[in-house]
């Protein structure tokens, strides 16, 4: 099941996110304080961005968080999927299909969905093309600034 987070789930959402950002699949972790932003967006406005929990026999499984923009080079909203994470022991459980079937069907209006991955994830990269995702042909890159205390 596949539900959008609540207010209640401040404290199931900021462990999964510490452990999706301890993982290989991200470059490094973050500060709490960025865990405290999203929840915060998702819970209170849902204009940028989404959460979605993932549960599979009432048990958590994993989530994904989503952010939405415009995109000149679709020609109108682009969906991305910033943080997708399946606990492992739910993994080959078809939650990550029945994920990009979810943003399929309840964001017809998205032009495009688009997401990250590391080159050595070769599962989740044959799940994304069985899906119909392509590769970019380009890099991307970023001007990290720094925070204010």
Known sequence: MIREITKQDRSVFLQLAKEFYSSDAVLGNIP???????????????????????????????YATVSKKFETESGGFCMWIEDFYIRE???SKRLGSEFINF???????????????????TRAINLYKKHGFDNLPYMQMIKQKKQEN
């Open 32 to 62: 709490d304080s960025y865990h405290d932003n999203a929840f915060s967006e998702a819970v209170n406005s849902k204009i940028y961005l989404r959460i979605f929990i993932f549960e599979y026999e009432n048990k958590t499984a994993g």
């Open 89 to 91: 022991e739910f993994r």
């Open 103 to 121: 943003m399929d069907r309840n964001f017809p209006y998205a032009k495009r969905l688009r997401l990250e991955v590391e080159q050595e994830n």
